[in-house]
Each structure stands twice: as C-alpha cells, then as structure tokens.
C-alpha cells in the first residue's frame, strides 16, 4: 500500500496505534502530544475509532509482508 504523506502539517490531540509487536500481537496506545505513550484496550481503540472525529489514518506497513495492516490515526 502507498502512502503519501500531506505536505500541511496536521493538528491533533491524541494519536491512536495499533502496532504488532515481535511475537505479532498487536498492541494498542493511545499517545498525547508531549506525554508518553499508554497502553490501551482493543476495546478502547476500537471505540476511539469508530466515534472519534479523525483527521488523519497513517497505515503502516513492514516490509516484505504485505498482509498484515498496523496503522495510526489521529483525533481533533
């Protein structure tokens, strides 16, 4: 999957991922601007996702799988 970055920089207050770890579970965080990151539920992402107005989905793909999506999104 192609990604193209916007060249406007985005304002948000929080950052959602959804990220596999080396085991490839995936773990999900919820990031403030500034603070470090918290570990949160599926459930809880599941829920920002789906309710949260988002202005920006970066998906993240590794190398040489092409079937497995990680991604980010962010929220006014």
Do not use: C, W
Request: charged share 20%; hydrophobic share 35%; glycine share 4%.
């Amino acid at each position: 999957m192609r990604y193209i970055p916007s060249p406007i920089p985005i304002h948000f207050s929080v950052m959602y991922s959804a990220i596999a770890n080396k085991s490839g579970r995936m773990q999900y965080h919820k990031v403030k601007p500034g603070e470090s990151k918290l570990r949160i539920s599926r459930n809880e992402f599941i829920r920002a996702y789906n309710s949260a107005q988002i202005v920006s989905l970066r998906p993240i793909q590794m190398p040489g799988n092409e079937t497995d999506f990680q991604l980010e999104f962010y929220v006014i």
